[in-house]
Each structure stands twice: as C-alpha cells, then as structure tokens.
C-alpha cells in the first residue's frame, strides 16, 4: 500500500512538472507572438506619423558609397553622414566633416571585421574593445545620439540607434561604455524572438530588425514623456 500511494505521489508530480513545463512554453510563445505583432504594428505607426523614415530611406540609398571608405570625400561625409545625423535633430557642426572621416579612415577595419554579423548572435564580450573604440573615436562636437546615427547607417545590423529619452529608459550613460551596454540590452530584447520571427518582420518591413526595435522604442520613450507633461 505504502509502494502504491508513493508511486501514485510520484506519478503527480511528474504530471505538474510537465504541465509547468508546457504553460512556460505556451507563455514563452504568447510573449513572441506579441512581441511581433508590437514590432509590426510600431513600424506602421512610425511609418505613418513620423518624418524621420522618410529621411531613413532616402539616405540609405546615399549611405551605398560609405562601403568603400578610403575612396570618400569630406563633402559626401558633410552632405550624407552629416546631413542624415542632422535630419533626425542631432545638429552636428559640419565642419566636423573632416575629422568625422578621419575616424572612419581609422577605423575602417574594425567596421569591416563586423560586416555579415547580426547583433542578435554577436559575441558581444569579444567585440567589446573594437565597439567602443569605434564608438568613442569620433570628435567631440558629434554628441552620442549623432554617432549612433552615423553607425547604424554604416551597419544596420550591429550597431542600434540611441537618444536621450532611450538612455533615460535603459539606465545607460551617454559614452562608449553605455552604448555598449545599450548594445547588450538590445541583444536581449533579440533573443527573445525566434530567427523564423526576425526574418518575417524583416521582410514584412523591409528594414533590419534592430531599426524596428529602436522605432518601438521610440514610441515608448515619447508616450511616457506625454504621460509626465500631462
């Protein structure tokens, strides 16, 4: 009787376990399929009540000729790199120019050592010391927001776009070592969807998935704003 009453107690436990186990997975896959859907849905909405992905798409053609650093000139770093950063209100002095291409020269290796990587798989601990010497390299006169414009349209897929609002959020510091750590939180934010997730919303929105993220962001960061002015 005692052998039968702890193998029933066994088989019970065995039977919660598993049903704790397939409701954490029913939830893990609720949580992505939403997620999705508010990555999606915040591209639409950017998209529709916003200048700045007009401006996004426009340069981005412009950005091609920055693949080829050593052949650039200060006029297409003023008008181009420049000119985008300053279109999303970052107002970099453009007499930065040279010394903004001066950097890139510098650092055109490390920027090449990252092309065909993703930010979603990126082993960020090994990558740190190339990260924030091509983040903190740039002149002074171009502010924290500005660089992560720049570098976001030298790679889409690595480096993530940043503002105040978005460093307030994540508890950040404005320097090489908070972006990043910025970088690492966006990286989690990655991992929680499926490769099968992030090429959809890629091809649904024509746009690297770090873009959408940031454009979600975005809209948070500025409905919690309206929420304290109010």
Request: aromatic residues 12%; charged residues 35%; hydrophobic residues 35%.
């Amino acid at each position: 009787m005692c052998k039968i009453k702890l193998y029933r107690d066994f088989e019970k436990e065995c039977n919660h376990n598993l049903k704790r186990k397939y409701y954490k997975r029913l939830k893990l896959e609720k949580m992505k399929e939403l997620l999705k859907e508010k990555l999606i849905e915040g591209h639409k909405r950017y998209s529709l009540e916003t200048k700045f992905d007009k401006s996004y798409i426009d340069y981005k053609e412009k950005f091609k000729i920055f693949k080829d650093i050593n052949n650039l000139s200060v006029d297409d770093v003023r008008k181009i790199a420049i000119g985008f950063a300053n279109s999303w209100h970052s107002r970099i002095d453009k007499n930065s120019a040279k010394d903004i291409l001066n950097h890139l020269r510098n650092i055109q290796n490390l920027l090449l050592n990252l092309n065909g990587n993703y930010l979603f798989n990126l082993n960020l601990d090994d990558n740190e010391e190339e990260i924030t010497k091509i983040y903190s390299g740039f002149p002074k006169k171009v502010k924290p927001t500005g660089r992560s414009k720049i570098l976001h349209m030298l790679n889409g897929n690595v480096f993530p776009m940043w503002d105040e609002g978005m460093r307030i959020r994540y508890g950040v510091y404005p320097n090489a070592q908070g972006y990043f750590n910025y970088m690492n939180l966006i990286q989690k934010q990655l991992k929680t969807l499926s490769k099968e997730d992030i090429k959809e919303i890629e091809k649904l929105t024509r746009r690297p998935i770090i873009k959408i993220i940031d454009e979600t962001n975005w809209f948070e960061v500025n409905k919690l704003k309206e929420v304290y002015q109010n």
